[in-house]
């Protein structure tokens, strides 16, 4: 049984780890590329806003660091997927971010996003989404949109960075389409 199972309840019906090991081994195995599409539908669901956005874009960014860093190191050390993931998956987004960067020798992240911008995610990342997540509290506005705004843009760079820029601008416009619909029939 894989090791995320054991730390789950006991009283956690097996059928329902076993989804929950399959999903995690799904999302291990899939490329950067193929990772994009569900990262990208909810980050741009229109339903997701506020302190909701700001939960779900920086998980983004750590879901797609961690399949960034576990694809260069599975690739070049020659080694499953599943055996680099167990090693990372414990990494926050900001520490998958600044090692995806030093395995590319990209320079550090306040250097490639900016100080600012680096900073306003690493507090989105680090400290306000652990807040919104435990505490179902919302943040003041003006936060809250600096945050937002931070999160979004080191997603979309961090794409850029990664060569998945034309893939993004296409799920985010098959995206658009699809909300749309789905907010007219409201």
Not at 63 to 84: D, I, M, P, Q
Not at 143 to 149: G, P, Q, R, V
Not at 156 to 177: N, P, S, T
């Amino acid at each position: 049984m894989p090791s995320s199972a054991h730390a789950r309840s006991r009283s956690v019906p097996s059928k329902i780890t076993k989804h929950w090991d399959q999903l995690r081994l799904d999302y291990v195995r899939a490329s950067p590329r193929q990772r994009l599409k569900p990262l990208v539908d909810r980050s741009k669901d229109p339903f997701h806003w506020g302190p909701n956005l700001l939960v779900t874009v920086t998980s983004a960014v750590e879901a797609f660091a961690r399949c960034l860093v576990v694809e260069l190191l599975a690739n070049s050390k020659h080694r499953l997927k599943h055996a680099v993931y167990e090693e990372v998956k414990d990494g926050d987004a900001v520490e998958l971010v600044a090692m995806y960067l030093s395995l590319r020798g990209m320079g550090s992240a306040p250097k490639v996003f900016g100080a600012d911008r680096w900073r306003s995610f690493a507090q989105a990342a680090k400290k306000y989404r652990q807040l919104l997540l435990h505490e179902c509290t919302y943040l003041n506005a003006g936060k809250l949109e600096e945050l937002n705004k931070a999160s979004k843009e080191v997603f979309e760079k961090l794409v850029e960075l990664a060569g998945y820029k034309e893939h993004f601008d296409r799920l985010v416009a098959e995206a658009a389409k699809v909300y749309e619909g789905v907010l007219v029939k409201l």
